[in-house]
C-alpha cells in the first residue's frame, strides 16, 4: 500500500529565511508526486507535481521540490519565505498502479515570523 | 483554467437532517470526481470516486449508506449527508480530474459542515 510521511507537523521560519519541507513516500511502482498548499479554511492549491524526467522540479510562488528516488523523498523548498507563506502543506502520492487516486501525507503547518 | 466550485462553503444543519454540498468543476468536463473529508489539524481521507453516469465507489469504513453521491453530469457531482449527526461535522472537499490529466486533482473550496 501507498503512503506518505511528513515528519514535521509545524515548523515556524523567519520572513525572508530558506524553507525546506520534507516528503518522504512508499510506493510500489513509478510515483507521482505532487505538492500541495492550505490556506487556513480553503480548499488545495497544485504548487508543484513531478511525474518524470528533471528530478528539480519548479512550482508556482517560487517553491521547488527534488525528486530522490534512492531515498524515497520529494522535499519541498523555497529560498526565502514571505509571510503569505504561512499555511499547510501536504505531500501526496499517486500513480497508474493506485488508478488515479492520491494518498495524503499528515501535513505540514508553516508559521512565518515577521 | 482548471477551477471547481464548492456550494454552500458552510452549511449548519440539525441532527437528523440532511444536507447537500455540491461540486462543479467550472471549466472542464470531469469524467471522475472525489470527496475527501478532513478533520481540524488533520490530513484529507478520501471518502469515494464519483464516475459521471456510475455508482460512486466508496473507501473501506466510508457508509455508502449515508454518505449519498451523485455524479449526474460532467461537470456535476453531489454529496449528499443524510441523517446527520454532530460526529459528521467536519471540512468535506471534492475534486475533478481534467480530460487528459488522468493522474491530478484540482480541489474545489471546500464545505464546512457543522452538524447540531
Known amino acids: 500500500a501507498q503512503s506518505v510521511t511528513q515528519p514535521d507537523i509545524h515548523i515556524t521560519v523567519s520572513e525572508g529565511a530558506s524553507l525546506e519541507l520534507r516528503c518522504n513516500y512508499s510506493y510500489g511502482a513509478t510515483p507521482y508526486l505532487f505538492w500541495y498548499v492550505q490556506s487556513p479554511g480553503q480548499g488545495l492549491q497544485l504548487l508543484l507535481k513531478y511525474f518524470s524526467g528533471d528530478t528539480l522540479v519548479q512550482g508556482i510562488k517560487g517553491f521547488e521540490a527534488e525528486f530522490k528516488r534512492s531515498q524515497s523523498s520529494f522535499n519541498l523548498r523555497k529560498p526565502s519565505v514571505h509571510w503569505s507563506d504561512a499555511a499547510e502543506y501536504f505531500c501526496?502520492?499517486?500513480?497508474?498502479?493506485?488508478?488515479?487516486?492520491?494518498?495524503f501525507g499528515g501535513g505540514t503547518r508553516v508559521l512565518v515570523k515577521p | 483554467g482548471a477551477v471547481v466550485s464548492q456550494h454552500p462553503s458552510r452549511v449548519i444543519c440539525k441532527s437528523g437532517t440532511s444536507v447537500k454540498i455540491e461540486c462543479r468543476s467550472l471549466d472542464f468536463q470531469a469524467t471522475t470526481m472525489f470527496w475527501y473529508r478532513q478533520f481540524p489539524k488533520q490530513s484529507l481521507m478520501l471518502m469515494a470516486t464519483s464516475n459521471e453516469g456510475s455508482k460512486a465507489t466508496y473507501e473501506q469504513g466510508v457508509e455508502k449508506d449515508k454518505f449519498l453521491i451523485n455524479h449526474a453530469s460532467l461537470t456535476l457531482s453531489t454529496l449528499t449527508v443524510t441523517s446527520a449527526h454532530p460526529e459528521d461535522s467536519s471540512f468535506y472537499i471534492c475534486s475533478a480530474t481534467p480530460p487528459g490529466l488522468v493522474y491530478e486533482q484540482y480541489f474545489g473550496p471546500g464545505t464546512r459542515l457543522t452538524v447540531t
Open positions: 501526496a502520492v499517486g500513480g497508474k498502479a493506485a488508478g488515479n487516486k492520491l494518498t
